[in-house]
């Protein structure tokens, strides 16, 4: 089939690349020309494990092409999806201003029948917007399809390929046609195909990160609770996790939730409850309580230094919101550095992949190194904000060597606690003694 993919972000990209995978013909359009000169060459404009290599087999097959022209996109594509960005607006609404931009330039340039594919994370009548701005402008036959994305950031490629589910929201059965045959490839072990309405899926997408968000935040409040009672929230985790009704995923607790998506997604779709007449209580308690965890290590790092952290050094190993990305947005890192630097403190920092996102954000104000442990020399302190596969074994003798004193705050609960002991480190993580 021949595909367009509007938008060359996380999503896009990887779905334009992964449809390539799969013997489809794909044009990207982005409207940044740096950018698609850039992939044009072969170069990869974000960091996704795996993304690299499909991204250059499919461009040598000439499967994947890229373009800075919506017209030629249009003429190319039967299916179109739209992988545009949706901000968060002021008061925490999804902006859909891409979007419905996109579509009113859609509708003055369609020559034919198109399947017009939402992809981007939209609120509930998103759908029928875009479709009445691209009819207010064209006369030629077209479908909308609410099409959800599930990808993870750090393994995108992988959950396109093999979704547990693919959600398709339409009441046209051509378009449902159209996007089960497109999707077949991807669902030959018998995961499902979804078909509903066009708002139902929109809210299965908000539905599955909020509650999600609501899994991660209640065990954030378990452990702050078990702090106070002298619980170890690792035995509570396991022993909650056990249960097949609660399943052990997302119940590892930490200093909070960040990226492009929970945060965002969350607090639209309590945005639209409120437009709806509708509260989501349970929503206001998960916003309110993830905005504290993010720097629930700061009162902690000043009690320990008695309230003064003037030009004390803290290392911070982690930057990104998550493992596999080098995604800042949210990050809570970003939250805790600010914190110490308007505290006096000096921050040294170390990331695998996120350092020149963060470097844009700070520029001088705090200090890069080139690995884990030139970030530990003569500091403080430790900080650790994301939990990184090359922080989990690392060699304690050294840290201690390094630290001015072997102290470690762990915002991701890496270690075993016995283990710093041994090693005559103070620790400090989330929830346990």
Not at 256 to 262: I, N, Q, T
Not at 410 to 417: A, F, I, M
Request: glycine letters at 6%; one cysteine or more.
């Amino acid at each position: 089939m021949k595909i367009s993919v509007i938008g060359t972000g996380y999503v896009g990209l990887v779905t334009g690349t992964c449809l390539a995978e799969t013997g489809n013909e794909v044009l990207c359009v982005d409207i940044d020309e740096n950018k698609v000169k850039m992939m044009k060459q072969g170069e990869v404009p974000i960091y996704e494990p795996h993304l690299d290599v499909l991204f250059e087999r499919n461009i040598k097959a000439n499967r994947l092409n890229f373009s800075t022209n919506l017209k030629e996109g249009l003429d190319h594509g039967d299916v179109i999806f739209l992988a545009l960005p949706t901000p968060e607006d002021e008061d925490g609404s999804a902006d859909l201003k891409y979007i419905l931009g996109v579509a009113e330039k859609i509708g003055n340039l369609m020559e034919s029948y198109k399947v017009i594919v939402d992809k981007s994370t939209v609120p509930v009548g998103t759908s029928d917007k875009v479709k009445e701005t691209i009819s207010k402008k064209s006369k030629v036959d077209f479908d909308v399809v609410s099409n959800p994305e599930f990808l993870r950031e750090g393994f995108a490629v992988d959950d396109f390929l093999k979704p547990e589910r693919i959600v398709i929201g339409s009441s046209s059965q051509k378009a449902i046609d159209i996007m089960q045959k497109l999707y077949k490839p991807y669902v030959r072990s018998g995961n499902p195909i979804i078909i509903m309405d066009e708002k139902s899926a929109e809210l299965t997408k908000y539905a599955s990160n909020a509650f999600l968000a609501t899994k991660i935040t209640f065990m954030n409040e378990i452990a702050n609770f078990c702090e106070k009672v002298g619980a170890d929230v690792d035995k509570v985790r396991i022993g909650m996790g056990t249960d097949s009704r609660i399943g052990k995923r997302f119940l590892f607790p930490g200093i909070g939730y960040g990226g492009s998506c929970f945060p965002k997604d969350v607090k639209a779709l309590h945005k639209s409850g409120l437009d709806s007449n509708y509260k989501f209580k349970i929503l206001d308690s998960v916003i309110e309580v993830n905005h504290k965890q993010k720097t629930i290590l700061i009162p902690r790092i000043k009690a320990f230094y008695d309230n003064d952290l003037k030009d004390k050094k803290f290392a911070v190993w982690g930057l990104a919101f998550k493992p596999e990305t080098d995604d800042i947005r949210e990050a809570p890192s970003l939250y805790i550095i600010n914190q110490l630097l308007e505290l006096g403190a000096n921050v040294r920092v170390f990331d695998p992949e996120a350092m020149p996102n963060v470097k844009r954000k700070f520029g001088d104000k705090i200090e890069f190194s080139d690995n884990m442990y030139d970030a530990l020399s003569n500091a403080d302190a430790l900080i650790i904000c994301t939990e990184w596969s090359i922080f989990r074994t690392p060699d304690f003798k050294k840290v201690k060597q390094l630290l001015n004193q072997p102290v470690i705050f762990d915002g991701r609960n890496l270690y075993d606690t016995n283990d710093l002991v041994d090693n005559q480190i103070k620790y400090y993580s989330i929830g346990r003694p």
